[in-house]
């Protein structure tokens, strides 16, 4: 499959090697990756802004772009690009094939069950709730390790607070709701890792867990899943 591989401004800007480990991945998972010189923005805060007229003339912008490759499909590690790509369908927009990373690597990543660890997985907003996406992400977890579940999950999964533009415009409010979010639903469990696939979960929830252990809970490390599944793929337990 050749496919773009649309990073997102969140990764590109502030995750730059979580963009390094999508890419490392998605090669050896024998995708031929192909990216643009200079993305843009998928409009994703327009939209969530309610300005709609303002995604619609991006979103053309983008969609020519994109529709000038000879690519099979754009695969995205951001949940929050993925879902506007998908709103590129409704504006009748010809991005042809939209996948988020769980769904390529949900088919393509080698079982490496062996001495599996346990790690939880949190479903982002966007990718869960808002876009249907619940069985990739843990179909690909669970080729490399046992999948525990957070006290809500799926549909009723809490939200870690970072999306909506919550944490610009209520930073203290974000956060918050990130510390609930493990203190209730994930740390009971006793698992040393929690996984998600959005960006903006990934960014919100480290930092509630740095605030977590330094105020006395245990150590969580939060980990982005394309990044998870590649340390895997590399030998690392």
Sequence with gaps: MRALYWAGCTLRRRLPEVVEDHLDLLSRLG???????????????????????GFRLNAARVAERIEALDVDALITGCASCYRSFRGYAELKLGVRRVLHLAHVAADLMPELRGGAEGVAYHDPCELGRLSGVYEEPR???????????????????????????LWSTAPELSLAVAEARLARDVEPLGVSKLVTACPACLLNLRVAAARREASGGGRLEVVDLGSYLLHRLRGGR
């Design 31 to 53: 995708v031929d990756v192909v990216e643009l010189s200079e993305e843009g923005c998928c409009g994703s805060p327009l939209r969530l802004s309610g300005l709609v007229e």
């Design 139 to 165: 179909r690909a977890l669970a080729k490399v390790a046992e999948v525990v579940e957070p006290l809500t999950s799926r549909e009723g999964a809490m939200c870690c607070g970072g999306g909506g533009g």
